[in-house]
């Protein structure tokens, strides 16, 4: 079994920052991806930042210039660091991984409890 745990969430004021972390624990062999997806209130949810396991990011179009993806491979842990907030990136953001574990032998999707994001003034 693998659980991932989010922090970092709060309420900012438009233009502020915040970082998320989303760190994995259990039978870990190697994580393939790590992606943070958000779901705003009345809308899908949608892929917001990916990194692979050579480091590749990529991002969606609405906050590239303002959120970077980063990770620590030995703490099995991803980030987002997030600037230049605004009241549109109010949502629910969740955190999701491609985790090999060892016991069993498998590959699948894991995906944290979600942390609140509020821009408000």
């Known amino acids: 079994q693998v659980q991932l745990v989010e922090s970092g969430g709060g309420l900012v004021q438009p233009g502020g920052s915040l970082r998320l972390s989303c760190a994995a624990s259990g039978s870990i062999l190697s994580i393939n991806f790590m992606n943070w997806y958000r779901q705003a209130p009345g809308k899908q949810r949608e892929l917001v930042a990916t990194?692979?396991?050579?480091?590749?990011?990529n991002y969606a179009d609405s906050v590239k210039g303002r959120f970077t993806i980063s990770k620590d491979n030995a703490k099995n842990t991803v980030y987002l660091q997030m600037n230049s907030l605004k009241f549109e990136d109010t949502a629910v953001y969740f955190c999701?991984?491609?985790?090999?574990?060892?016991?069993?032998?498998?590959?699948?999707?894991?995906w944290g409890q979600g942390t609140q994001v509020t821009v408000s003034s």
């Open positions: 999701n991984m491609g985790v090999l574990t060892s016991t069993p032998s498998v590959l699948r999707d894991y």
């Open positions: 990194i692979n396991r050579g480091g590749n990011s």
